[in-house]
C-alpha cells in the first residue's frame, strides 16, 4: 500500500475504530469485481464510515492525502460503475453500514433513508406504514439507497412512477472539500440557484456520495391484475399500451418480451411454463394496481379491456393471472431473461432508449441491421416499451462455448457489435444509457458520440465539484 494510503487508513483506524476499514485482502476481495463479471479492479483497503460525520473526516482526509476514493453501495452496477481502478489507486468507501431509516412519515408520505439501506429493506419498511416505494428491479434484494440515487436507477415501474429522480425528495451527501450538502427538507420550491440534489442524482459517485436521500411513497396496493399478452409485432404492443392508458390510470407496468427470449427461460430455468398455448413472436406483461379498493379491480379490468383488444385484433391471446402465485409465476419470467440468455451463452447487451412511438420500428430494424452486420448473431431486445428503454442484446452465434472461446469472441466482436448498434441509437434520436449508467462500460462510447456540448458541460461540473478527481476515477468522465 503506497504510503498516503497507509496514513489515510491508520487515521481512519484510530478515529474510528476497527470497524471502519479493513485491510485483510479476503473481505477485499468479493467486492473488486463487478455484479456481470466483466471488470476486475483493485483496492487495497475498504474504508467504512458509519455516520455522516465519518464520511465527512474519511473524504477530507483523503483529499488531504490525495487518497482517490470509489463510493460503493450493493456493488450491483451493471457497467462497472464501482469496480476501483485495477491499478489499486483508489480506496473503496462502502456505505453499507450506513443502513438506517431515519424517519418515516405516512401523513406526509416520506421515508429517509441512509446510503446503505438495502432496497428490499425499504419496501419493507414502507409497508409497515401501510405505503409503498414504487420503484422495484431484480437487484433487490442486494442494490442499496445511495447506488440507486446515484444511477437514477429505473425498474419496472417508471411507466407510472418515473425514474429514481422523479421519487427523490432531497439528497444528502458529502461533497469533494469534505463539507455536507444537507438537501434533505423536502421543499416544494426552492429557487436558490442550482439544483445541487439534481446533480448528485445520477452522478455516478464523481460530484459526491450520497449519505442519505428523502423519498416519496406511494399509498400501499388493494389490489393489483397481472396479464400476459401475446401479439404479433412491437408495433401493436404499443398500440395496446395507448389504449389501455387511454381507458386507466392504473398500468403500472408494460414490458415487452420477444418469443425467441421466452423460449431461452423455458428451456433454461427450471419450473417455467409458457402462460399461454402456442408460439408466438412477441408477449408484453401488463400489471395493473390499485390503491382504492372500491375501484374495479384490476384483475377485473383487465380482463375486460384485453376481451376488446382481442376483438379488435391488438391481441392474439391473454390470460390474466387467477391468483397470485400466477402473478410472481408470469413476473418470474421476466425476471429470468437475463440469467437464461447467460445459460444460453454469450452476448453483448445494450441498455438503450430512443423516443417512445419510434421505439417498435428501432427494434425490429436495429436487430435485422445488427444481424446483417454481424452474421450468425442473433438480435433481441426487450423491457420498457412505454418509456423507450430496451434492453438490446446481440446473442453470439451458435456453438460458441464458455471460457477461453467466449472471452475471444468478446474480445474480438463486442467492440464492434457495441459501436455498430449505438450508433443506430444515435440515428434514432436516443441515449446510449436508459437506466444503467455509463460506468467505465460505455466511457469511451460516450466520449465518441458526444453530442460534444454535453461532454464539455459535464467535464466542467466535474471539474467545478472534484478538481483534483478523486472522487470515483475512471467514471462518466474521464
Same mark, same amino acid.
Given at each position: ?51 455522516? =460525520? ?69 419496501? =419493507? ?56 450538502? =444537507? ?296
Amino acid at each position: 500500500m503506497p504510503p498516503a494510503q497507509t496514513r489515510l487508513v491508520d487515521t481512519v483506524i484510530a478515529r474510528f475504530g476497527t470497524k471502519a476499514a479493513t485491510t485483510v485482502r479476503e473481505d477485499i476481495a468479493p467486492w473488486l469485481t463487478d455484479w456481470r463479471g466483466r471488470y476486475r479492479g483493485d483496492a487495497p483497503a475498504i474504508l467504512s464510515p458509519e455516520t455522516t =460525520d465519518q464520511v465527512a473526516a474519511i473524504v477530507s482526509l483523503a483529499r488531504e492525502h490525495g487518497v482517490a476514493l470509489v463510493p460503493q453501495g450493493g456493488n450491483t452496477s451493471m457497467v462497472g460503475g464501482a469496480t476501483p481502478p485495477a491499478d489499486g489507486s483508489a480506496l473503496i468507501l462502502s456505505l453499507r453500514r450506513m443502513n438506517r431509516i431515519r424517519s418515516h412519515s405516512p401523513e406526509d408520505a416520506l421515508i429517509v433513508a441512509e446510503a446503505g439501506v438495502i432496497l428490499a429493506d425499504l419496501h =419493507d419498511a414502507a409497508e409497515r406504514g401501510e405505503q409503498r416505494f414504487p420503484l422495484t428491479l431484480g437487484a433487490r434484494g442486494s442494490a442499496t439507497i445511495g447506488g440507486l440515487v446515484s444511477t437514477n436507477a429505473g425498474g419496472t415501474q417508471v411507466l407510472r412512477w418515473g425514474t429514481m429522480r422523479s421519487l427523490v425528495a432531497g439528497v444528502e451527501a458529502v461533497l469533494p472539500d469534505g463539507s455536507i450538502h =444537507d438537501g434533505l427538507t423536502p421543499l416544494k420550491k426552492d429557487n436558490r440557484g442550482y439544483d445541487i440534489d439534481g446533480l448528485l442524482i445520477g452522478a455516478e459517485g464523481t460530484l459526491g456520495v450520497v449519505t442519505a436521500a428523502t423519498l416519496r411513497l406511494a399509498p400501499a396496493i388493494a389490489a393489483r391484475g397481472v396479464a400476459w399478452v401475446a401479439l404479433p409485432s412491437p408495433h401493436t404492443a404499443l398500440a395496446l399500451l395507448r389504449r389501455l392508458e387511454a381507458a386507466t390510470r392504473t398500468i403500472e407496468s408494460f414490458e415487452i418480451i420477444p418469443g425467441d427470449s421466452l423460449a431461452l427461460v423455458l428451456q433454461h430455468i427450471p419450473a417455467t411454463r409458457s402462460p399461454v398455448t402456442g408460439t408466438h413472436p412477441w408477449h408484453v406483461l401488463i400489471e395493473a394496481v390499485t390503491a382504492d379498493p372500491t375501484e374495479e379491480n384490476p384483475a377485473a379490468l383487465l380482463e375486460r379491456l384485453l376481451g376488446d383488444a382481442l376483438e379488435g385484433g391488438l391481441a392474439d391471446d391473454a390470460v390474466v393471472a387467477a391468483s397470485e402465485a400466477q402473478a410472481d409465476a408470469f413476473w418470474r419470467i421476466r425476471d429470468s431473461l437475463s440469467e437464461a440468455e447467460r445459460a444460453s451463452g454469450p452476448a453483448v447487451q445494450h441498455d438503450v432508449s430512443v423516443p417512445v412511438a419510434g421505439m417498435p420500428e428501432f427494434m425490429i430494424a436495429a436487430a435485422r441491421a445488427a444481424e446483417a452486420a454481424f452474421p450468425g448473431t442473433h438480435a433481441t431486445a426487450f423491457g420498457h416499451l412505454g418509456d423507450g428503454n430496451v434492453h438490446f442484446h446481440v446473442r453470439a452465434p451458435a456453438g460458441t462455448g464458455a471460457g477461453a472461446e467466449r472471452d475471444r469472441w468478446y474480445a474480438e466482436q463486442a467492440p464492434g457489435i457495441t459501436r455498430f448498434v449505438h450508433d443506430q441509437v444515435v440515428v434514432a434520436g436516443g441515449s446510449i444509457s436508459a437506466e444503467h449508467g455509463i460506468g467505465q462500460m460505455k466511457l469511451a462510447e460516450l466520449q465518441r458520440l458526444g453530442p460534444a456540448s454535453r461532454l464539455a458541460a459535464l467535464a466542467a461540473i466535474k471539474r467545478a465539484f472534484d478538481p483534483a478527481g478523486l472522487f470515483n476515477p475512471g467514471k462518466l468522465v474521464p
